[in-house]
């Protein structure tokens, strides 16, 4: 990151067109691309997923194999037609027939083998990269939420897409090598047979052929990659531009990053002209060595058929063959880099499918059924993401069921943690956290999941219908049930408002809505869920004075009944709340009711004095009391983990 | 006036939606049109298409060079000529084949960079349009279309333009060529023998061009499966706490099987598409060249041609068989060409909302005085249904203005109105008694800056951020403006304090922290109209509270417009405007407000005492 500050730095350019402080897109040099040509650990890996498809690539190898066989044989064929079949009389005649019988029988075996070796391959190859996403997704469903925090889903998404596809690439062409290098043994091997002199004559220019492309490979890959980064550069850029467009027209900046967008694509275009020479550099070399061999044919082979040590059609089948060999060459080169590639790939893939399952459900894990109590409760628990840094300390308290708990506390105080561990998102280094009064590493999760309800601080919603995103996976949520929820919340009118009702999609993250509306939409999820407890983490983010009342409302359905561990911003809803808690730096500071509270004179009655309008505003000062110095820092960090959820 | 370029906004996302191919008439129309942007590269195209005709005319050759040679020995043998004199003929021949096999890979090459080249000039010409012209079209137009869809139509349907030249245009030279002349040669010949080798031609033609149109009408079909797919898998991973909170992970996966099972089966019918093709079509390549084989055999038996014409049949079928198979691709290519093209060139072709009028003259500040005067206005594409109706007022420099109302009301609206992110559908509004609607953009945009509801941060460092709208600016500048919005002591306390990078690709700032670089950015421009546009909805009380008597400082330089829906933000303002279904309702100050006793008291007693109205709403 900081090289390339540094080059935005120096690059000062003085046009006037191109200010010192602009830049357009963003780079960032990509992952490796190539790795070792064999990894013996990867492909034993990669094995595994090709495993319940060996039967049928035993086939595909085998139809690969009568394939090439009689691509080798036709040029054969072809000579003896030539050499036996072209005389007068009955002999040639039936020798001519005889071999258009063979060749006959070769086109038909070459159609099915073909047909046979494609098809099995094209398929099987999309089949293994299907398991091996369907793998890594099921696999990350599992893998304990802190990978998640730490890992970019734009980062993840490349293995599930890029990476996978590598593998399938490399699937495809690594069956088809074999026939590549059977073609190429062959076709040596038959020329050598039909004549040594000749046939060693000819290959002499294969070496040549290796050898250059062995030289020009790694420098062309550079040419290729350089061109393929550039199209990221520009491509990046105009992204750019359409996601910020908005703010490009009113800052003015049109000219400036059109300026600078130019020197993006120029760059572009020269580093595609380049690939594109190194690209086509190979065909003459490639061409002139075709033509050296087919003159050396024709001078030596010629003279030999003088010399009568050579029929005609020993010469036709050479020039079949010296047309074909080197494109297995061309095949078998690139199939270098693709290896590469796919070990590369591989690598991240097996890293995502190593990720350790750090929450699983214990061999004897009990359902928690829904005649359970409701209750949560905390007993000293130490909680850290990095446990030398707890977050929560000896934490210890206990929600009775059907009572609601207000959490406060100023950012970093371990609110969020407190409610992911009640759903046990994390297990806790120490202590115990129950639910209706069973330790949750005894229950199985999908049973927590459904009696716990949660309800996050920044709604998310699923591209779907309407209806579908309340019923979630409430499978037997009846279109009734959703909205009687959506009545229950106050969601129902501006549902309604919408063009298809319950039908209308929601695009990209549920954009359509306001984030009132969404949050509207999240509790109604929750009120389908039927749980027992209602975990939430109130939003943050101020909502116009008219949806807020709509929330609150709903708030109050919502814990109608229920068990509620509600992490509270608002005043309203910490007022209304049976018993508040107060976090700081993860320790539980005081607690009772709002009136109790007050009385006491702590420093709940100290904030609340001051009249702020949420409870994560508490300014230095007001908090120095119960959490002095690292409030400041935490307050302005932007704290993942205490972000209920993340976007 | 503006109505017209607004109004076609429906047929370009439709037309952004089209997949199957556009008319015959229009994709002629649009090929030629990207010809003449190829045409642009005048000696690159002709040195391209020289070279391909002498590739081709070499490729042609040397069939015949063979043939020739094998005659040549044939006679030989048979007695029929002078020893030396066909040894020295011999290798005549062996030094014509590598002479023309020189000059073919010469030229090839020479074909293909140069065609490649044209290509790519194409592209980086239409890259720069396409820029542009995104930059500059208006709110309404960006409002409306997808940025998934605009970055697609930037990528992949430059990208199938840019291929046409070379494998569209050369292609089809070097395929006339080839089967015209090389046909030619073999009919003239031996008709009944030509006719026979070239009897695939049809058939492979045909048959490519059908699985070409067929395969990629199943490859768009595909893209969108695919695009189904990773959708589900991206907002899975994005949300993965919703999905594990409702424990929803075997819901996902089914979701996430379905998907994959439906781009599973095509793709896997595309393999079935392809091997079919490519087996059929080698089998009528080789069953042409059987016939060729049995006839011209027994025809050489007779008398009738040579061995060597024989072979020289043999090795054009293989020389003409890779292009032939490549006719698909070359009908792909127009057919590709003439709907990407046809979408690019609806884009480049939009006329844009708001510009510049012809007579356009720079906005000259003097007294600063911001008018409304019966403003109406409806979004391009509400059919007309009012947004605004008749708002009038009028705020001079030093004065504060505060806009509040109900969600939808049209508060964000009169923000955007200032600046022409969109124009008005009817009256007008001036500064210093001049239309903005005939001031230049670029002079009106100097002069009115908004502060916008979502902060977009562009993949740069913090000052670079806070710099956009005066890259030039010095360091100072940039910590005073950050400074007040509350930034500078964040951004010091960072590792790389201002030259940390930020945005889709750096380090994340919250909801507050964003906003308040887009205040720093906007207090950069030090415009004569300064506008809010709830832009404080994240940032706490307490650091509003601040930002505020910072801006205060500045107040009376300028007009300043606060939209606001938390009272706090603006009850100080001069004036507080409440909006309500697009009409101004109330006026007055703070204190007038709440004594009217109307709309904008019924707000205050919602927020400032929630508990006495929350328990009767």
């Known amino acids: 990151m900081a090289a390339e500050q540094e080059t935005e730095r120096n690059d000062v350019r003085e046009d006037g067109r191109r200010p010192p402080r602009a830049v357009v897109g963003s780079h960032r040099i990509e992952e490796e691309m190539f790795g070792r040509v064999f990894d013996r650990r990867i492909v034993r890996r990669i094995w595994a997923f090709v495993r319940p498809y060996r039967l049928k690539l035993a086939l595909a190898v085998a139809a690969v194999l009568l394939f090439t066989g009689t691509q080798l044989a036709i040029p054969l064929i072809i000579r003896h037609a030539i050499d036996t079949g072209l005389g007068e009389g009955a002999e040639a005649r039936s020798a001519l027939n005889l071999s258009m019988l063979a060749f006959a029988i070769a086109i038909a075996l070459n159609f099915a083998a073909s047909w046979v070796q494609e098809s099995i391959v094209g398929k099987t190859a999309e089949n293994v990269l299907f398991d091996i996403r369907t793998a890594m997704f099921g696999h990350l469903q599992r893998v304990s939420l802190s990978f998640m925090d730490k890992t970019e889903v734009g980062r993840l998404m490349s293995r599930l897409q890029g990476d996978v596809n590598a593998m399938q690439e490399f699937l495809e062409t690594s069956v088809l090598s074999v026939g590549d290098i059977v073609l190429l043994f062959g076709i040596v091997f038959l020329m050598l047979w039909l004549n040594v002199e000749l046939g060693l004559l000819t290959l002499a220019v294969l070496p040549v052929l290796f050898v250059v492309r062995i030289f020009w490979l790694p420098r062309a890959r550079l ?391 949420s409870f994560d505003d508490i300014p230095l000062a007001g908090a120095a009391a119960a959490a002095p110095q690292t409030a400041q820092a935490n307050a302005e960090e932007p704290d993942k983990n205490d972000t209920g959820s993340r976007t | 006036m503006s109505a017209a370029p607004q109004d076609r906004l429906p047929d370009i996302a439709e037309l952004m939606r089209h997949t199957s191919v556009t008319g015959w008439r229009d994709g002629l129309g649009t090929i030629a049109r990207v010809v003449r942007i190829d045409m642009q590269s005048r000696w690159a195209v002709t040195i391209a298409l020289v070279s391909t005709l002498v590739a081709a005319s070499m490729q042609l050759v040397i069939p015949r060079l063979l043939g020739r040679a094998i005659d040549q020995t044939q006679l030989l043998v048979s007695g029929g000529a002078e020893e030396t004199a066909a040894r020295s003929a011999l290798l005549a021949t062996a030094l014509l084949v590598l002479l023309v096999s020189v000059l073919r890979g010469i030229f090839t090459t020479l074909q293909n960079y140069f065609s490649e080249s044209v290509g790519h000039h194409t592209g980086y010409v239409l890259r720069l349009a396409y820029y542009e012209k995104i930059q500059n079209l208006s709110f309404g137009f960006h409002d409306r279309v997808h940025s998934g869809d605009l970055i697609t139509l930037g990528m992949l349907d430059l990208e199938g333009v840019r291929m046409f030249f070379s494998t569209g245009l050369v292609r089809i030279v070097l395929l006339s060529i080839l089967i015209g002349i090389g046909g030619y040669m073999l009919l003239s010949t031996d008709l009944l023998l030509g006719l026979m080798a070239l009897s695939f031609v049809p058939f492979v033609a045909w048959r490519s061009s059908v699985t070409q149109l067929r395969l990629r009408g199943t490859w768009l079909e595909l893209q969108e499966r695919l695009s189904v797919l990773s959708r589900v898998m991206e907002e899975n991973l994005g949300g993965i706490r919703v999905v594990r909170a409702f424990a929803a992970q075997p819901h996902e996966m089914q979701k996430f099987a379905v998907a994959s099972e439906r781009a599973l089966q095509l793709a896997h019918q595309r393999v079935d598409i392809r091997v079919r093709n490519t087996s059929a079509m080698t089998l009528s390549f080789f069953m042409a060249m059987g016939l060729v084989l049995w006839v011209g055999g027994s025809k050489v038996a007779t008398g009738q041609i040579t061995v060597g014409t024989l072979a020289s049949f043999l090795t054009f079928m293989t020389i003409l068989q890779m292009p032939v198979r490549q006719l698909g691709l070359l009908v792909n290519s127009f057919a590709r060409t003439s709907t990407c093209g046809a979408r690019i060139f609806a884009m480049l072709d939009l006329e844009l909302a708001v510009q510049n009028a012809p007579d356009a003259h720079d906005l000259v500040v003097t007294d600063g005085v911001l008018r409304f005067e019966n403003v109406d206005f409806s979004y391009p594409g509400a059919d007309g249904r009012p947004a605004l109706r008749n708002i009038s007022f009028e705020a001079r420099r030093g004065e504060t203005i505060g806009l509040i109302g109900p969600p939808g009301s049209g508060k964000t609206t009169i923000a955007h109105l200032i600046p022409r992110f969109y124009d008005v559908t009817g009256g007008c509004i001036s500064i210093d008694g001049q239309d903005i609607r005939k001031a230049t953009l670029q002079s009106l945009r100097r002069a009115v800056a908004v502060v916008q509801q979502d902060v977009f941060l562009f993949t740069t460092s913090l000052e670079n951020n806070i710099a956009y709208g005066d890259p030039w600016a010095k360091t100072d500048r940039i910590e005073r403006a950050s400074g007040s919005a509350q930034l500078h002591r964040y951004i010091m306390g960072l590792p790389s304090g201002y030259r940390t990078v930020v945005g889709e690709r750096g380090a994340s700032l919250s909801g507050g922290q964003r906003q308040r670089m887009s205040i720093a950015r906007t207090l950069m421009l030090n415009p004569a109209v300064l506008v809010f546009d709830d832009s404080t909805a994240a940032v706490d009380a307490n650091t509003e509270r601040q930002i505020r008597d910072e801006i205060r400082e500045h107040a009376s330089e300028r007009v300043t417009i606060i939209v606001a829906h938390r009272l706090s933000s603006l009850m100080h303002s001069d004036r507080i405007l409440f909006v309500e279904k697009g009409e101004i309702v109330e006026s007055g100050t703070h204190d007038e407000l709440l004594a009217l006793n109307g709309r904008y008291r019924a707000l205050y007693d919602l927020q400032v005492r929630p508990e006495a109205s929350g328990g009767k709403g």
Not at chain 1, 437 to 454: C, F, K, N, P
């Open chain 1, 223 to 613: 040419a290729f990659m350089a061109a393929h980064e550039s199209n990221s550069v520009a491509n990046g850029a105009l992204a750019e531009a359409i996601h910020g467009v908005r703010t490009v027209q009113s800052m003015g900046r049109q000219q400036v990053n059109f300026a600078l967008y130019d020197d993006k694509a120029s760059a572009n275009l020269r580093a595609h002209r380049k690939a594109a020479k190194y690209a086509q550099v190979m065909v003459p070399i490639v061409d002139s060595l075709t033509g050296i061999a087919m003159a050396v044919l024709v001078v030596v082979g010629g003279a030999m058929v003088l010399d009568q040590r050579l029929d005609v059609g020993v010469m036709v089948a050479f020039l079949f063959y010296i047309q074909r060999f080197f494109d297995p060459i061309r095949s078998l080169t690139m199939q270098y880099s693709v290896m590469q590639r796919a070990m590369a790939s591989g690598q991240r893939l097996t890293e995502v499918l190593d990720v350790p399952v750090d929450i699983t459900d214990a061999p004897d894990a009990i359902e928690l059924g829904p005649d359970m109590d409701g209750s949560v409760e905390f007993r000293d628990v130490t909680f850290g993401y990095n446990p030398a840094q707890p977050i929560l300390k000896n934490l210890s308290f206990r929600v009775n069921p059907g009572e609601t708990v207000a959490l406060i506390g100023p950012t970093g105080s371990g609110k969020s943690s407190a409610m992911a561990l009640a759903h046990r998102f994390y297990d806790v280094q120490q202590g115990q956290v129950l639910v209706g009064g069973h330790d949750v590493r005894a229950l199985t999760q999908a049973s927590l999941g459904r009696q716990i309800a949660m309800v996050l601080q920044e709604p998310f919603l699923f591209t779907g219908t309407v209806l579908e995103n309340i019923r979630f996976n409430k499978a037997d949520a009846s279109r009734e049930d959703v909205v009687a929820a959506a009545i229950a919340v106050g969601a129902h009118d501006f549902i309604m408002a919408l063009p298809q009702g319950y039908e209308t999609m929601m695009g990209e993250r549920g954009g359509s809505l306001s984030l009132g509306q969404r949050q509207l939409v999240s509790f109604a999820r929750a009120l389908v869920a039927d749980a027992k407890i209602l975990v939430l983490d109130e939003a943050t983010a101020s909502i116009d004075s008219y949806t807020e009342m709509l929330i609150q409302k709903a708030l109050q359905t919502l814990l109608q009944g229920r068990t509620g561990l509600v992490i509270a911003h608002r005043l309203a809803t910490i007022r209304d709340a049976d018993r508040i808690i107060v976090l700081a730096n993860g320790e539980l500071i005081e607690q009772g009711s709002h009136q109790e509270l007050i009385k006491s004179g702590g420093l709940y009655s100290s904030l609340y004095s001051m009249s702020y309008a």
